[in-house]
């Protein structure tokens, strides 16, 4: 696709339940990463890919939240057991190797009740 | 640890005025500068990245310098129109890593 896309766009759950967010980067981008956008804390890094390499997880804030990242493109964001603070807007972007611009997706807004 | 600071936190001009947004890091080890706009409910748009060996970068009616020594940024806005109306941020890559440093933003509405 043109750009980087993300779903949902809206995700409303319970507290305690899983959810899954997924992105689908720019095409031919080796690197992917996570953000993630809430009125207290601003934006954060979250996760990064860079091709086959192991995966930087240091911003993940729990280890209920986990990535994946299949054939070295479509990504999966999941977290188990939400919970309220969970609540905010997923972003996803990509480049063309780690240093390059970075391209956002619309992002998924995700609301724990 | 690196940070990101920009000033004003908002900002409101009359249609046409030139405005400057600025941006200061604590760490002048950058590895680059992106300016990125988004607007209410939207994701990130980028507007322009700067190489660490840059000075500036410009396209159509932005200007963005870069000044590593003293670790700031500005992003001019030549002539401004109503649709330049949005939350700008700047974020840094840090040379020892590769994630973006968000600062918290500056919030402009342009008045017709």
């Known amino acids: 696709g043109a750009g980087v896309s993300q779903s949902p766009s809206n995700k409303v759950t319970e507290k305690g339940k899983d959810v899954e967010l997924r992105c689908d980067p720019i095409?031919?981008?080796?690197?992917l990463y996570w953000y993630r956008q809430s009125l207290g804390q601003g934006l954060e890094f979250l996760i990064y890919f860079q091709g086959n390499s192991a995966p930087d997880k240091s911003g993940l804030p729990s280890d209920r939240f986990s990535a994946e990242r299949t054939g070295g493109s479509v990504s999966t964001l999941t977290i188990q057991r939400t919970q309220q603070e969970d609540s905010a807007v997923y972003l996803c972007a990509s480049s063309q190797a780690g240093f390059n611009e970075q391209f956002f997706g619309p992002g998924t807004r995700l609301t724990v009740l | 640890k690196q940070e990101v600071t920009q000033i004003p936190a908002a900002l409101s001009v009359p249609e046409g005025e030139n405005l400057v947004l600025n941006c200061s890091f604590t760490?002048?080890?950058?590895?680059?500068l992106q300016w990125f706009r988004q607007d209410p409910g939207k994701g990130l748009t980028s507007l322009l990245l700067i190489q660490s060996s840059q000075r500036e970068q410009t396209s159509g009616r932005l200007n963005a310098s870069l000044d590593k020594s003293s670790g700031r940024s500005t992003l001019y806005i030549a002539a401004s129109q109503p649709g330049d109306s949005a939350t700008y941020l700047c974020a840094v890559v840090v040379d020892s890593s590769y994630k973006l440093i968000f600062g918290s933003g500056t919030r402009l509405l342009v008045r017709p």
């Open positions: 760490d002048s080890a950058i590895y680059n």
């Open positions: 095409s031919g981008h080796t690197a």
